[in-house]
């Protein structure tokens, strides 16, 4: 009967080490995203309030961005559990969003340094505060997302919408 399944025992807890690993290394590499996107979503705030110039800004989000690079491909190749993909997806796909609102604020700060700009022109405050929100959106996203990814157990649905969450404050 052994040789149908393998020749080993399956245990009910096949998840076991693997999701331990998997719970580790994600719970390092998302501290690390949230603590970056925090940083992020600061200089953005000091450079809508006028507090951080323009040129500043850029360097400092240059090297932020370089960092989150690197954070998206090493969550590209962590092997979540199967049950897990989607919201694992989720969270790939929301710091990308969080990566354009970077993008979208170095055009603001870009749009600064045109010639015959006005001193008054609000543009560039545009792209401040649609890429702040984009940022600050995303990074909320991905903190209800991990809070699911790190308490999953099996056999349960791994959901990260407003009704589990709504559920799961019930129950706890």
Not at 36 to 48: F, G, M, Q, S, W
Not at 136 to 162: D, F, N, Q, T
Request: charged share 35%; aromatic share 4%; with cysteine.
């Amino acid at each position: 009967m052994r040789s149908l399944f393998g020749g080993r025992r399956r245990s009910v807890f096949g998840h076991g080490k693997e999701l331990g690993v998997y719970r580790n290394e994600l719970f390092e590499l998302t501290q690390r995203i949230d603590r970056v996107l925090a940083t992020v979503v600061e200089e953005i705030d000091a450079l809508r309030r006028r507090d951080l110039e323009p040129d500043v800004a850029v360097a400092r989000l240059g090297e932020h961005e370089a960092v989150l690079d690197a954070d998206v491909s090493a969550l590209q190749k962590m092997m979540a559990p199967e049950e897990l993909h989607g919201l694992h997806m989720e969270y790939e796909a929301n710091l990308e969003r969080a990566l354009r609102g970077i993008v979208t604020v170095e055009r603001g700060c870009a749009i600064t340094r045109l010639p015959h700009r006005p001193p008054d022109d609000e543009e560039p405050h545009t792209y401040y505060k649609r890429g702040h929100s984009n940022v600050a959106h995303a990074r909320l996203r991905m903190a209800e997302i991990v809070e699911v990814l790190l308490h999953w157990e099996p056999g349960r649905p791994a959901e990260a919408s407003v009704a589990a969450r709504l559920e799961r404050t019930r129950e706890g």
